[in-house]
């Protein structure tokens, strides 16, 4: 998706602060963080959102729902932390490029 801001970052094209990085995932910081620690974690090849997700993409979710945790601790958060994936353009979602972000370091708060 050339015009794409995820998958800018993803390829390198776009600077970010990055977190972590695989074949299959980047996590970099949020640029505009609600929180002492915020940042996301995405797919490297591109799905606009959780509903454009079918089976194929399987093995990718699975990968950073289970990489949140251990990342969120190597950045600090050992007390805990709030995963959010804004969906559509109902669901608030700005950037339409999949991405979880990983919030905390601020205290509980409701949803
Ligand atoms: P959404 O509302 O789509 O779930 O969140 C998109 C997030 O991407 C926002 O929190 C916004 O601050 C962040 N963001 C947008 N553009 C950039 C960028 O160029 N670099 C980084 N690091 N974050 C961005
Ligand atoms: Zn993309």
Redesign the pocket.
Known sequence: MSDC??CK?AAGE?P??KVYEDDDVLA???????APV?F?IIPKAHVASLAECGEDHRDVLGKILLLAPKLAVEQGLTDGFRT???TGRG??????HL?V?IIGGAGPRPL
Do not use: A, L, S, W
């Not at 970099?28 to 609600?34: A, E, G, N």
């Not at 669901?91 to 339409?96: A, D, K, M, R, S």
């Open positions: 801001i995820f970052i776009i970010c602060r970099f910081h949020d640029i505009h963080p609600v915020h996301m959010v994936i804004n669901g608030g979602q700005e950037v339409f991405h972000h």
